[in-house]
Structure formats: structure tokens, C-alpha cells
């Protein structure tokens, strides 16, 4: 599918979605049901490009191809999680227009992987008819913040190619300290509630360094893959540009499921 991504006056939004269990593909809750919502506020996209926390590869490789599969890339789930399909075309001529468009990485086609569960269990909610191609980015291991910061702020023009950017991860994401239930730690409260006031100032400085805060970050991002999809969100972001909050809530202890809208 060549797709045309001309440059247009009208900018698409952005979105970073906090996107929690996968259980939150088939289960009616209010996470499902906000991103449903948002998804019949949005413009029409021309595609989606992805950025989720669950494909990390050394060096930056994009989806190339016509019909990427569906990933089930966790176990232990129902049965009826393996029978989801989220049958998106890909679009190789966006994939080569973001190779072509990056300068600060040589970012490599990819023709194996497909959409991983941080890209489907939220597009099915947000465009459930799956007709609007999706082109997933991976996540450089190698790289810093601030290069993944700088990498998004190529990727910004998309915006005004009809391209709806979306990161999709988790602010706060220790699975190791999770705890049933929708109660939460009050470090997690306390770490999600400094990047939502971070974000609303248009702080990115701090948030990229985000190593700075210590023990709350330490707990809240012991591992960085599902913070650092906010990132490309936030670089795609002008100045003074509404942002907004999809989604707040701090859940299953140590599990920030805050969804950003920009624009």
C-alpha cells in the first residue's frame, strides 16, 4: 500500500497511551473505553506510526511490510487473547518515507515482525475496523533519552502528512512490584503526578532526564522500554500546543496507565 502523504495544512494530534495488561483488548473497563472514546474524537489518519515498548532491536527498524501479522507476544492468557486478529495493512511506502526522513539513525526495513500487543490491544479499541495502515518503529536499545527525543522530533513532520503518531508504553511500569487490585503505591501516585505536571509546563528537559529523581524514578522506571515511547509523543510537540489527559489512573500498584493527547 504506497499511501499519500503529502504535506497538508491540518496537523494530526499525538497520543502517548498508557497501555497496561493486554487483558485491556478484550475486557470492558474504563481504560477500553477512553481509548474507544478518544478514537471517535480523532481526525481520520491517512496511517498510524507506532512506537510501542514491546519491539526493542539494536539500531532502529521499521515495519515494511503490505500486512503485518498480529503478535501474541505474552503468555498465560485466555484462550480468547489468542483469537484476537487485528488485520491492519501495513504501508511500505510510509516506511520508506521514514527511512528517508530520519537523519540522526539509518533506520532498516523490517519484513518479520508485525504488530506487537502495545500497538493492537490499543488500535483495535481506537479504529476498530482495522482499515487504516499501521507502520510500527522499534526502540534502538542502544540509544539514550535524549537521542530518542531527538529521533522523534524527525518524526514530527508525519503529523502534517496525515500520520497519527502514537507511543505506546507505560510512565510507571514495575511489573515486579505489581499488586492486584486498583489500589496504588504512593511512589507511583507521587512519579506519575510529577510527569503530569512536568508535561503540562512543557518541561521536556526534565522528563528526558528523568534519572534525576532518584528513587521515584528507579522504582517507577526500573527498565526504560515502556517510558521511552512518551518521548517521541512529547518531541512531536510545538510550542504551546494543548495537551491533554486521556486516562490518569495509577493501578494494580506500580502501573500508570496516563494517556497524553498533544494537539
Known sequence: MAG?????????????????????AIEENEFSRAWAQLGQSLPRPRAILCISAHWETAGVQTTAMEAPRTIYDFYGFPPEMYAVRYPAPGSPGLASLVQRTVQCAAVQPDLTWGL??????VLRRMFPAADIPVVQLSLDYTKSPQEHYALGKELS??????????????????????????????????????????????????IIQYSQFGRLATLSIPTSE?????????????????????AEKVTLGSISMRGVRIG
Open 116 to 121: 506487537d500487543h502495545g500497538a493492537w490491544s
Open 226 to 246: 515502556h517510558f521511552l515511547p512518551l518521548l517521541y509523543a512529547l518531541a512531536a510537540q510545538e510550542e504551546s500546543e494543548p495537551v491533554s489527559f486521556f
Open 4 to 24: 499519500n502523504y503529502e504535506l497538508t495544512q491540518e496537523k494530526m494530534p499525538v497520543l502517548f497511551v498508557g497501555h497496561g495488561s493486554p487483558m485491556n
Open 157 to 206: 513532520s508525519f503529523r502534517q502528512r496525515g500520520v497519527l503518531i502514537v507511543g505506546s508504553g507505560n510512565m510507571v511500569h514495575n511489573l515486579r512490584m505489581i499488586q492486584w487490585g486498583e489500589a496504588a503505591f504512593d511512589w507511583a501516585l507521587e512519579f506519575d503526578e510529577l510527569l503530569r505536571q512536568r508535561i503540562l509546563a512543557g518541561d521536556h528537559s526534565a
